[in-house]
């Protein structure tokens, strides 16, 4: 893969999802002594809790709750 003219490279998805990197995930490079680049989820980040509803984001359509109203959807939520 090519650096762009503005430093930019695309993470492949399935590196990302092994990674746990998702969209407006912050990540940190770090350097080793021998010049190798390492890129990982920047610590404190967000909680666990975040990063799983990050993953799941946009998995479920909306036509599933269509008809429930705001109890429904939470029992449904909630079991």
Do not use: C
């Not at 479920?60 to 909630?78: I, P, S, V």
């Amino acid at each position: 893969m090519k650096i762009t003219s503005k430093g930019q490279v695309t993470i492949p998805q399935a590196v990302r999802e092994q990674a746990g990197l998702y969209p407006n995930s912050e990540v940190e490079f770090v350097v080793r002594p021998d010049g190798e680049v390492v890129l990982r989820p920047a610590r404190g980040s967000g909680s666990p809790i975040r990063a799983a509803f990050q993953k799941v984001r946009g998995s479920a359509t909306a036509h599933q709750f269509k008809d429930m109203n705001t109890d429904e959807f939470m029992h449904f939520l909630r079991d």
